[in-house]
């Protein structure tokens, strides 16, 4: 049973912006490394971003790298992915995970959510 839940995808135009939250009622992610994760359809899931549980060290993908940005609002227990200047290629279901470093890339474990969907219109 999923533990993360996604939430804040939409509908938005080229160039617009959106604001993903990955919270979870089961636990507290302030000291987890979480990671964002994609699907386009048709497409094999992606790696987008990540977070570590200590020193809240970030890392992105390529494609995401000056237009995303993840963060913790510990508040809210949430980590929260922005999504600026979004285009037609950023259309995909993201989802949030626990993760862990395996040499130089984050791995997911635990179970995936339901994920929330992303459209970007051009």
């Known amino acids: 049973q999923a533990q993360l839940v996604e939430s804040g995808g939409g509908v938005v135009q080229y160039g617009g912006s959106l604001r993903l939250s990955c919270t979870s009622s089961a636990f507290t992610l302030n000291d987890q490394n979480i990671g964002w994760f994609r699907q386009p359809s048709e497409k094999e899931r992606e790696g987008v971003s990540s977070i570590t549980g200590t020193h809240d060290t970030t890392w992105y993908a390529d494609f995401a790298e000056g237009r995303f940005t993840t963060f913790r609002d510990a508040a809210k227990n949430a980590v929260v992915l922005q999504m600026n200047d979004l285009k037609p290629d950023d259309t995909a279901i993201y989802y949030c995970?626990?993760?862990?470093?395996?040499?130089?890339?984050?791995?997911?474990?635990?179970?995936w959510g339901r994920g929330t969907r992303v459209i970007v219109s051009s």
């Open positions: 995970v626990k993760t862990v470093l395996v040499g130089s890339t984050w791995s997911p474990i635990g179970s």
